[in-house]
């Protein structure tokens, strides 16, 4: 859509064969949703999310860390804070474009200077072409060498429930365990959105059952969020990234969102950095020429923003601590006046970027 603002024009190859509903919640913060505008569908999409201007912090048996009011960031940035489902997001930008201009059975399996290479052989001529491909991209492979993604230490479900008859005080809400986090959003057409986190070995598979398990002696409303779950509803994966790299493409090639930048999703930033990378490659393209020298400098502009990889990996180490002592001094820490100022500071930096207008 960016890049069609731009005239542009563009095809999407798809590898799976037709677009369904997948996915969970997704943070949608002030810098991402200002991304939207820009692409004409911030009211579209923030109708259909929740908007969020509060986040509460407890621990797993209820007492209070700190609670958080992102409203002075929010209006600094002109924008709100949103959960919405990833499915939900994915169709409007799926709607507003030509279904033309989306091929779905595409895989692609590699590339020769800017032709992509498909798994049925055709090979698809480009004048630029972008690896969008995700966290295991073909494309970043072949221009990096294939590594596997780094494993974080711990495992997380997520879930999508009906909100009905839960009541988390109006607020998103996340309570820090031993080794474990459970957070809560209201995330759009009354529905919620939740996630928990253990401390595990890798390749484990775990079922709604582990999860309950986990979170069997929580306070409310925990246990009872996770329960009233559908089996099929929750989702298990490993949390995993890719450590940053020091070049993104090279000639006509480049890379946008997980394929350039996975990051661990305790920042919420996965999707939002996405986003930004879009508008930031559409503007590039058509403020810069040659096209070399415009995907060029679109990774010097978003190198350094999407280094938050290596910030999202720390924040998530201190989030998963499981040694009691240092449990309670990140508790104190949070909920201390030092605390709440570096973090919304942090918070102010992140949220509150610029982007170009298209």
Same mark, same amino acid.
């Given at each position: ?22 996915? +969970? ?5 002030? #810098? =991402? ?5 820009? !692409? ?7 109708? $259909? ?31 709100? $804070?949103?959960?919405?489902?990833? +499915? ?29 290479? /498909? ?28 590594? =596997?993604?780094?494993?974080?230490? @711990? ?37 919620? @959105?939740?996630?928990?986190?253990? #401390? ?19 306070? +409310? ?44 999703? #305790? ?17 590039? /393209?058509?403020? &810069? $020429? ?15 923003? &999407?280094?938050?990889?290596?910030? $999202? ?24 006046? !030092? ?11 992140? /949220?509150? @970027? ?5």
């Amino acid at each position: 859509m960016a890049l069609r603002r731009v005239g542009v024009e563009t095809l999407v190859l798809e590898q799976v064969p037709s677009i369904r509903e997948v996915g +969970a919640g997704l943070s949608i913060w002030p #810098n =991402a949703v200002n991304a939207l505008r820009t !692409l004409g569908l911030e009211s579209e999409v923030v109708a $259909s999310a929740s908007v969020i201007e509060r986040h509460l912090t407890q621990t797993p048996d209820g007492r209070r860390i700190s609670e958080t009011d992102f409203g002075p960031i929010e209006r600094e940035a002109g924008a709100p $804070s949103i959960c919405i489902h990833r +499915a939900v997001l994915q169709k409007i930008l799926l709607d507003a474009l030509p279904p033309a201009s989306v091929r779905t059975g595409a895989r692609c399996t590699g590339f020769s200077d800017s032709t992509a290479i /498909l798994e049925s052989g055709e090979r698809i001529d480009t004048d630029v072409l972008i690896g969008a491909d995700g966290i295991s991209s073909v494309l970043r492979d072949q221009l990096h060498g294939t590594k =596997a993604p780094r494993y974080a230490g @711990y495992t997380c479900w997520r879930g999508i429930r009906p909100a009905d008859g839960v009541k988390v005080d109006g607020l998103p809400l996340l309570a820090l365990g031993t080794g474990s986090q459970f957070g809560v959003w209201p995330c759009g057409a009354g529905q919620l @959105y939740w996630f928990l986190t253990k #401390n595990s070995p890798p390749g484990t598979r775990k079922a709604k059952a582990d999860a309950l398990a986990v979170s069997r002696d929580w306070a +409310a409303p925990v246990p009872e969020i996770i329960e009233g779950t559908d089996e099929d509803a929750v989702l298990q994966n490993d949390i995993i990234d890719r450590p940053p790299l020091a070049t993104w493409g090279k000639g006509y090639v480049t890379l946008l969102g997980d394929a350039a930048h996975a990051s661990t999703p #305790n920042l919420g930033q996965g999707a939002c950095q996405a986003l930004e990378d879009a508008v930031v490659l559409a503007h590039c /393209l058509r403020e &810069t $020429s040659p096209i070399e020298a415009a995907l060029r400098q679109y990774e010097r502009l978003r190198m350094p923003r &999407t280094a938050l990889v290596r910030n $999202s990996w720390e924040t998530g180490k201190i989030l998963q601590l499981d040694s009691p002592v240092f449990e309670a001094l990140r508790n104190w820490f949070l909920g201390s006046a !030092l605390g709440k100022r570096m973090g919304m500071r942090n918070f102010r930096t992140l /949220l509150t @970027y610029q982007l170009p207008r298209l």
